[in-house]
């Protein structure tokens, strides 16, 4: 996995550090993170500032009981939740998104199928699968979207993506993602407003489909 | 915190408290959290560390950052009421097959940071602040100010190489 090209940007990082990064995108950089040393070294030297700064606060005074009640529950059994493991290409948060289960898939037609992982007012997440050769349907952004494979590749007029490779997509870019040969592409993509198709046909389906 | 995962040393756990503690709750309220709310956070936040305590690896953290981690992860898991996605965990070497050289290393990066840090006029300083304590959102965060990152980053980074490099071995 150190052929990764195409990482998460430095502000995503940040942001995602000190827990400002909205869920959807979140869940995009836990998952690279497991993947990609390189951003994994990233994210722990943002936190190393954000360790920092914690050390810099003016303290504010804790109320007498605090320490002894903390101290108290020390020796308490601990109930360890494990976290999710990875499954086949889908990494730990991927399978904590999906509960620990396979995916749930919809077809969106000639192949390609989605199961998605969290929708609401402030975006989306799900997950992809595009057969080889198949297209993604042609589509602009109203805000920033990140698409990172799990399996297989796609290209479009950015690049080639491979695993773990992240296409970061915003207002500028109009792309047609093409799934590579091989096995069939899965990617996980996240995006904190709708889409915008330029075909009819997927403008019709956009509120069927919740892309 | 090398004596609070190694020894379970609660003296040494004692001495954790009485320095974060106040700065956890300082980090809490900044938030908008009422006082006792706060306290509770703290209270949190400090029992998980000392819970997974033998998760911390001072080859690729410094105790600030890995306490700082856990209490973002707990805040977020509290605002959106549901878990925050987080990395796969690395596994660990042993704790006496640890590089004194990484651990070293990483502790001299941190303090240059430190150092840089304090170079900052006061207006870079609070956007510091701000985005470190989640105040602003990732189209505001631009280039965090020009930090001298890369060379920590490799620093970390040669401890997770050494990490993989010994968990290949392992299989
Ligand atoms: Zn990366
Ligand atoms: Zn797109």
Not at chain 1, 27 to 44: E, G, N, P, W, Y
Request: glycine fraction near 8%.
């Amino acid at each position: 996995m150190s052929d990764i090209k195409h990482h998460i940007p430095e502000n995503l990082i940040a942001a995602y550090a000190s827990g400002a990064l909205g869920h959807h995108f979140a869940l995009v950089v836990a998952t690279h993170v497991s993947m990609c040393t390189q951003c994994r070294a990233a994210l722990a030297a943002h936190e190393t500032i954000g360790g920092l700064v914690l050390e810099d606060l003016d303290a504010q005074p804790v109320s007498m009981g605090v320490k002894s009640n903390l101290m108290a529950q020390l020796d308490a059994p601990i109930e360890v939740e494990p976290a999710p493991k990875r499954m086949g290409a889908y990494p730990g948060p991927v399978m904590g998104a999906l509960g620990g289960d396979v995916p749930k898939w919809r077809s969106l037609g000639f192949g390609s199928k989605q199961s998605i992982l969290h929708n609401d007012a402030t975006g989306s997440v799900r997950l992809l699968f595009i057969p080889p050769g198949q297209a993604m349907p042609d589509h602009g952004h109203n805000g920033l979207e990140l698409t990172l494979v799990l399996q297989g590749s796609f290209h479009d007029e950015d690049g080639a993506f491979g695993v773990g490779d992240v296409e970061v997509a915003d207002e500028d870019v109009e792309h047609t993602p093409i799934a590579g040969n091989g096995p069939p592409c899965i990617c996980l993509a996240a995006t904190d407003a709708p889409l915008r198709f330029s075909g009819l046909v997927p403008r019709i389906l956009q509120p069927l489909f919740r892309i | 915190m090398i004596a609070v995962r190694d020894q379970r040393d609660k003296t040494a756990f004692a001495q954790l408290f009485d320095f974060y503690a106040p700065r956890l709750k300082a980090m809490a309220v900044r938030t908008g959290m009422r006082s006792d709310e706060a306290e509770d956070i703290v209270q949190e936040v400090l029992l998980t560390a000392w819970r997974k305590a033998a998760q911390f690896d001072p080859e690729r953290a410094q105790v600030s950052s890995w306490i700082y981690q856990i209490a973002r992860n707990r805040q977020v898991d509290l605002v959106r009421k549901e878990r925050r996605p987080v990395p796969e965990e690395l596994k660990l070497p042993d704790a006496d097959d640890e590089d004194a050289n990484q651990v070293l290393g990483l502790e001299q990066e941190t303090s240059q940071l430190k150092a840089a840090l304090s170079t900052l006029s006061e207006d870079q300083r609070i956007v510091v602040e701000k985005a470190y304590l989640g105040e602003l959102s990732h189209s505001e965060i631009r280039d965090v100010t020009g930090l001298p990152l890369g060379t920590i980053k490799s620093r970390i980074r040669l401890g997770l190489e050494r990490l993989r490099h010994e968990l290949k071995e392992l299989r």
